[in-house]
Each structure stands twice: as C-alpha cells, then as structure tokens.
C-alpha cells in the first residue's frame, strides 16, 4: 500500500486519513467541544460534590467505542455534556460509515476489519480558575494504521466556558507565538535529530518535516500540580505534523517565564507562574 491511502490492484479497498484530511479532523472535533460548551455555558449547573470518574463504552460487530474523564469533569456538568456530547455523535457518524463499509467490502469480496474510536480525557493541571485537559483522541476505520492526535480543553470556572490558551493572552495569537516560538523550534530540533540519527534524517530542507510547524497545527496545554498556577506549557504535535508517522507525536514542554505572565491578560496571572 502506497502513502496516499489509495490500494493497489488486488488489495482491499481501505478508508484512511490523509494529513490534511486528519488535520481538519482533529479540528472540527475542536469545533464541536467548544460549540457545545457555548450552548452550555448560559445554562450551566453548579458543580457536583463527590464527583466520580466516568466511562462510555459501546462494542457490536461493526465499532469498539469508549470515551473515560476523570473527576474533574463529572463536576461540571456543563464541560460534561461538552464531551459527552460529541463523543455520542462521533459514535453514531461511526457505526453508520462502518455498516457502508461493510456492506461494500461484502460486494466485492474483500474482508472488513470492525472500527474502533477510543478518547481519553485526562487531568493536566487545575490553577482553581482554569481547569486543563487533554483529550487523547485514537481511530481506526479500515487504513493502513489508526489516525491518533490530541485535543486540548481549557474551562474557565468563573465564565463557566471553554477558553482557547491563546484568548488568556492581551495580544492574543501573535503574542503567544512571540515569547514561544524561538525556544520551541529549538527544542523541536533538538528532538528530532535525537530520534532520526546521523542516518535518519528526511531529506530535503524544504520538507515539512525538517520545518517547525505553525503555532495554528499544534496543541498548547498549561501543565501544573493541582491547586496550583500552571509552570509549564506543552506543545503537542500529531502524527503528520511534525515528522512522519513513524516518529509518532511530539512533545515539547516550555517553562512559564515572567514574561509569559506579564503578557496575559490581568484576570489570568494567578493561573501562572515562573517554573522554579
């Protein structure tokens, strides 16, 4: 099977995500959590006293399905019905693209191989205002291998709302990417040629791979102990992102520097504070 997801003659035909078609992926599931949240926010319970960790799970011959959260979550209703919400519609838009599959395999004579969708929802850190997540989302519908990328979930108590990392910023976007973007491209390097080795490398200076992604393509998460300001951000590049699936995700972790504090807006410097 070649790169493009196309099968060669004599070779099952197979459902896969192109780079593109993952990238967009990853960000209509970002649309959806914060779509959701919006709806919510006007109508948002108060928080549950001895909130539990939850699960979903769902498996028949077509989908192996589950999505988890921890505790945090369950005691917010709102960020709750946030992600459980497009979880339970990703499930259905699942079983239905499964059940044509199947059933086209069957016509041509080739084997289907059952879907899965697994997302895991876990606690970065908690600074009390703004609650940080990830959501580890992993796929498999038919391809050469499953499409996995990283989701990022940021709620502000007080606005009873999901907020962007970059909006906590006075400049916004372009701010953020300022105070970040040289050590992070730096760091990336660094990791890179550490994975690939002297023989490694991808050839061509112009290949995407050897260049540092747009800000736009990763995943910022404020990262801390909990019940205490976020000292690090992480940046979270997918498979495809910043090297080819085979390097698999990347992982660049920066300190929250005074600067990076004196920059965000004053109603979020509490939340951050210089690594020490």
Known sequence: MNRTGVSQPGEAPF???SRRQLECH?????????AAALG???IAAPAQPGAKAG???FHNSLLEWDVSWPAEVSAIPALLASIRGPALKAKRDLLKTAAADRLDRKKQGFPFFAYSSSSEVALAGDSGRLLSLTEDVSEFTGGA???SGMLA???DRTLKNMVTVDSLFAGGA???QTLLRKNYCAALTKERNKRRGPDGAVEGAHDPFNQCPKFSDLTLIPEGQASRPFAMLSLHADPYVAGPYVEG???VDLPVTAALVAALKPQYRASFAPAR
């Open 145 to 147: 291998h499953p499409n």
């Open 55 to 57: 699960a979903l799970k």
């Open 15 to 17: 459902r896969t995500l």
């Open 174 to 176: 372009s701010t953020l």
């Open 26 to 34: 990853i960000k209509a599931m970002r649309t959806l959590l914060l």
């Open 153 to 155: 979930i940021l709620w």
């Open 249 to 251: 995700e990347y992982d």
């Open 40 to 42: 919510l926010s006007a």
